[in-house]
Nanobody, 115 residues
Framework: QVQLGESGGGLVQAGGPLRPSCVAF????????RGWYRQAPGKQRELVAT???????NYADSMKSRFTIFRDNAKGNLYLQMNGLKPEDTAVYYC?????????WGQGTQVTVSS
């Protein structure tokens, strides 16, 4: 079992940065993939970025130039550095973890970008 908890969302002006974080508890050593997804009002949940247990990253095309995903393996933390935020980045951002058996989601953290 893995439990995830996000923090670090909030309200930011367009063009500004934000760095949400996700802490993992439980069977951290069983995680093979971690990532961030987001869901805007009235839209489907979409991939933001993922990172494998060996550090291989993957980004949504529209975000790869502005967002960076990185981990602190010792602490089990996952971060998403977001720069140059736009109003269309407003969404609930969800932390995600995948083991060989199951997928886990955090409760989400709201990111709101004002114009």
């Amino acid at each position: 079992q893995v439990q995830l908890g996000e923090s670090g969302g909030g309200l930011v002006q367009a063009g500004g940065p934000l760095r949400p974080s996700c802490v993992a508890f439980g069977s951290i050593s069983s995680i093979v993939l971690r990532g961030w997804y987001r869901q805007a009002p009235g839209k489907q949940r979409e991939l933001v970025a993922t990172v494998t247990s060996i550090g291989r990253t993957n980004y949504a095309d529209s975000m790869k130039s502005r967002f960076t995903i990185f981990r602190d393996n010792a602490k089990g933390n996952l971060y998403l550095q977001m720069n140059g935020l736009k109003p269309e980045d407003t969404a609930v951002y969800y932390c995600y973890a995948n083991t060989w058996r199951s997928a886990y989601w955090g409760q989400g953290t709201q990111v709101t970008v004002s114009s």
